[in-house]
């Protein structure tokens, strides 16, 4: 039962064609030793069983989950745009449905909530491949985060998020054909909001090759669209585009090599 002094945070998970891996990312819902939460799914009209799937993973677990399947494919923006529409909390947390929580994950951001009183929590990562065979290096050289600085490295991964339901009726996700939740954030700090960081590895952030950022090229096209969505010139986006390529790739290659970083 949740404590009478916690926050409701409302958990939005998109997922599309995911039920390879959704079992592990709902069952570390489950599993948060934060309890007064409430978990939305939004099925984005998938098509490979894993309505079926999900109907059994949250049948004891109803009171506290919500199920909501597109008419059509929307995209992930428009899924966490209409999970955000029904959420009831006060807070609000993502995660995608390939990836999974550590068990103190809410709990440790709403310690820090309390110690600091801020309003947008991130945390560091451990990562997994398709196999659910873990990489050796985590990604935990992570610090606060203003505008500026997330400009030339985005360090703050989706799912890692805890947030005030508020800065996110103020701006919406939007533009799959770039990195979406980038663009948000970065709209956000822009605001004069920091991110604060959690040195911990709390997300378990699974590595695709199919994913957005498994495709390389793809990926540095999306970076560039994000800063010129945010209106920058062209000269200053590619310079932020090579800035942050150099960044992730030197992140990645410590993270396959067994570093943490």
Do not use: C
């Not at 929590?121 to 500026?148: L, R």
């Amino acid at each position: 039962m949740a404590k009478n002094n916690e926050s409701l945070v409302s958990i939005i998970m998109p997922t599309y064609n995911s039920s390879d891996y959704i079992k592990a990312a709902i069952n570390s819902v489950f599993s948060q030793t934060y309890e007064n939460w409430e978990l939305i799914i939004v099925d984005d009209h998938s098509t490979d069983g894993s309505e079926e799937l999900i109907a059994k993973l949250i049948m004891n677990y109803k009171n506290k989950t919500k199920y909501i399947k597109n008419n059509k494919n929307l995209g992930v923006s428009k899924s966490r745009n209409i999970g955000i529409e029904e959420s009831k909390g006060e807070w609000i947390a993502f995660l995608d449905s390939d990836d999974a929580w550590k068990e103190s994950k809410l709990l440790k951001q709403f310690e820090k909530v309390k110690e600091l009183n801020e309003e947008f929590i991130f945390t560091g990562s451990s990562y997994i491949n398709e196999k659910n065979e873990k990489y050796s290096g985590d990604f935990i050289d992570i610090k606060n985060m203003s505008y500026k600085e997330l400009l030339r490295n985005n360090s703050i991964s989706l799912s890692s998020v805890l947030i005030k339901k508020y800065l996110l009726e103020k701006n919406n996700f939007e533009n799959d054909r770039v990195h979406e939740d980038y663009l948000l954030w970065l709209k956000i700090l822009r605001t004069g909001i920091k991110a604060i960081a959690i040195k911990e590895p709390l997300l378990i952030y699974r590595l695709s090759k199919t994913s957005k950022s498994g495709n390389k090229l793809k990926s540095i096209r999306m970076t560039y669209g994000v800063y010129r969505d945010l209106g920058i010139n062209i000269i200053s986006s590619i310079y932020y585009t090579l800035n942050h390529l150099f960044k992730a790739s030197k992140k990645y290659k410590e993270i396959f090599n067994g570093n943490k970083v």
